[in-house]
């Protein structure tokens, strides 16, 4: 199979928005099975994926019991509004356990996060050694929303990418291993998704009138998020851009890649720092 990595990954200066089939489904192993049921194909297989992030999120827990490494991972997910951030959280990291997991959502700074640096808030929500962190929304946004609206000026935002690229380095040199993905959904796409959110009353809650105001900028969104992927698509911390207008593989794709990194991380159970036999012949003979 070909590696998913080599099919979504951006290189950087190349990468073409508007040349992405958002309804493409790159790397689909067996076109067959997929393409009778290609729902019921991605629930078995996110099911069988999801198995083994569970598993690998036990060892690379357990590997970090008392300091022993500092290897965690962190998926940072972006995407346009009704992108299916959401939905790829619920669906995907649904298997791991709760208690080994750190989900953290970015909505615009607080009073306080205002008075700081822009990656202070981020620092703060960095998964700790041996968990899975997973950002709704990003550090990205300082040069997304922050860049379309002029919130600052173009001095100002124009130096992140940098900045955003010794962050990153910085953490990739502190164990800690980042997949940072754009699940990239057409205009049209999200045409649909609003209107879903308005006539089911269940998804109502998630929609915002202010979200028509970002979709007017589509074309500025799209140019913001090309340089950004760009110019931070970086050996460390690369960019995958995931066609998503199709549910099922925006699921299959994006457990795909977390289970890549997790698997190159190859994370195993510590040895026991105590003499096993000695402890078991104690726990038989306590009272
Ligand atoms: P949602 O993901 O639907 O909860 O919306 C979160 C909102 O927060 C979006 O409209 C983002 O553009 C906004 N947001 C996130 N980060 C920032 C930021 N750094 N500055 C301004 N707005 C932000
Ligand atoms: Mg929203």
């Given at each position: 199979m070909t590696d998913l990595r080599e099919l979504l990954g951006v290189r950087p200066g190349h990468l073409?928005?508007?040349?992405?089939?958002?309804?493409s489904t790159p790397g689909v192993p067996d076109r067959r099975a997929v393409n009778d049921d290609p729902k019921a194909w991605s629930r078995e297989q996110v099911g069988k994926i999801g198995a083994d992030l569970a598993a690998y999120q036990e060892k690379l827990y357990a590997s970090a019991k008392e300091g022993a490494t500092d290897r965690r991972v962190l998926l940072v997910l972006q995407a346009m509004d009704c992108g299916g951030k959401d939905g790829t959280v619920r669906n995907?990291?649904?298997?791991?356990?709760p208690a080994g997991l750190k989900a953290v959502g970015f909505g615009p700074p607080t009073a306080e996060e205002r008075?700081?640096?822009?990656?202070w808030r981020i620092r703060r929500a960095l998964p700790p050694s041996g968990y899975v962190g997973i950002f709704n929304?990003?550090?990205?946004e300082d040069v997304l929303v922050v860049r379309v609206h002029q919130l600052i000026p173009e001095s100002e935002w124009a130096k992140r990418y940098d900045i955003i690229n010794a962050f990153e380095q910085e953490l990739a040199d502190d164990g800690l291993t980042m997949v940072k993905v754009m699940l990239h959904i057409s205009r049209e796409e999200q045409r649909e998704r609003l209107l879903a959110r308005l006539d089911d009353p269940t998804k109502?809650?998630?929609?915002?009138?202010g979200d028509l105001t970002e979709r007017a900028r589509w074309q500025d969104y799209q140019q913001a998020y090309e340089d950004a992927l760009n110019r931070c698509s970086t050996p460390a911390a690369p960019w995958y851009v995931v066609p998503a207008d199709r549910k099922w593989y925006r699921n299959w794709a994006v457990a795909t890649l977390l289970r890549q990194a997790l698997a190159d991380i190859d994370p195993r159970y510590p040895k026991a720092d105590f003499d096993v036999a000695a402890e078991r012949q104690r726990v038989l003979t306590a009272p």
């Open positions: 073409r928005l508007a040349s992405i089939d958002t309804r995907v990291i649904g298997s791991m356990n008075r700081h640096d822009f990656l929304r990003s550090h990205y109502r809650w998630k929609y915002n009138p």
